[in-house]
């Protein structure tokens, strides 16, 4: 955690700070700091969230007018505990970083600004970010969620964003998968197996057979981790917590929001769909050949195929962190349910 001088030093204004922890990452630690400015620097650090400030060698800096002054921002950091794995099998603190710092700027959707990160190399990295919850707003729903969804496939579309591809992230994940203890893997698809028998042999299949997932869905930029935990409410709808993202198929970010966000979604529910698929064409242009195939059976199919491919993000989570709260496991555990009844649909 930074302290009040190293973060008066950062913004070019002296501040006093407050910090609260959230307890929300799985592969990061992450805290609201809550800033007063003061007419002079700071002599005694406000209290750290960690015995000992980090260092800052030349981090990178964003500064901004005084008048405009935050009056909170995040403070996001890599794990140095939990879920270490999973962060450097995806790299995904430089990752996310140069997102923010070259792709952010080019996007058509509202992301967090980047005030400062630390130095390239730095262990454990660090990113200082806009807050990007609002407390006076009123909460999302999923049309609009999927409404800015559509927008960010739309403003990508077949533009090559990042060399990062789907393939990548899909080989990154069974690599991930190898290096767990295979005891340890094969008692929790046991244990899965006693909710969904048919979901865990899926898993073994695909793991066993580092299956790729066919698609036909047009490419574009893909969060991979489109969720209600990393949606703000500044600006609308504000996408942040970028440490997954890759060149990949639509129908991706669509099965994760579906399995992750809409669990009373019943996969032969038509109604929904098509008000979900009606709130996703919202963000899209008519003409686009996303939004024809959005229409299609065929991306329905798809949309329940990777529900598979989805559930691997539950089961890595709780493999890999033994500190999840009981709540936290509940949650993964109905994500783990709902990939089931999705992927075992299109089958039926």
Not at 129 to 158: C, I, K, M, W, Y
Not at 201 to 210: E, G, N
Not at 241 to 263: E, H, K, N, R, V
Not at 292 to 304: G, I, L, N
Request: glycine share 6%; net charge negative; hydrophobic share 35%.
């Amino acid at each position: 955690m930074l302290s009040a001088t190293e973060l008066s030093r950062l913004l070019g204004y002296p501040v006093q700070i407050r910090s609260e922890r959230i307890h929300a990452g799985h592969i990061a630690e992450v805290a609201r700091i809550h800033l007063t400015r003061v007419s002079a620097s700071p002599t005694q650090p406000s209290p750290s969230l960690t015995s000992s400030s980090i260092a800052l060698p030349e981090p990178t800096k964003n500064r901004a007018p005084q008048s405009s002054l935050p009056r909170t921002l995040i403070f996001k950091r890599e794990s140095i505990s939990n879920a270490q794995g999973i962060t450097q099998t995806f790299s995904s603190h430089p990752r996310e970083r140069f997102f923010y710092e070259s792709i952010a700027p080019t996007l058509g959707i509202p992301t967090p600004k980047l005030w400062a990160a630390s130095a390239p190399g730095t262990r454990p990295g660090w990113l200082l970010l806009e807050d990007v919850q609002d407390p006076e707003a009123a909460p999302l729903n999923p049309d609009q969620a999927l409404t800015r969804l559509g927008q960010l496939h739309e403003s990508t579309l077949d533009q090559a964003v990042t060399t990062l591809t789907f393939e990548q992230n899909v080989d990154d994940l069974y690599h991930y998968v190898e290096t767990l203890s295979q005891q340890k893997l094969s008692r929790f698809l046991g244990q899965l197996a006693e909710r969904s028998p048919g979901l865990s042999q899926q898993l073994h299949s695909d793991w066993v057979q580092r299956a790729l997932p066919i698609s036909a869905a047009p490419a574009c930029l893909i969060h991979c981790d489109f969720r209600w935990d990393n949606l703000g409410t500044k600006g609308g709808v504000t996408v942040f917590d970028w440490g997954d993202y890759c060149q990949g198929p639509a129908s991706f970010d669509l099965s994760f929001f579906i399995m992750t966000s809409c669990q009373g979604l019943a996969p032969d529910d038509e109604t929904g769909w098509r008000q979900l698929i009606g709130a996703y064409q919202q963000g899209l242009s008519k003409d686009s050949s996303l939004a024809d195939y959005a229409q299609t059976a065929a991306f329905k199919a798809e949309v329940q195929r990777l529900a598979r491919l989805v559930a691997w993000t539950p089961a890595m989570l709780l493999l890999d962190d033994d500190t999840m709260s009981s709540d936290k496991q509940q949650y993964w555990h109905k994500v783990l349910d709902q990939c089931g009844r999705w992927s075992l649909a299109e089958n039926a």
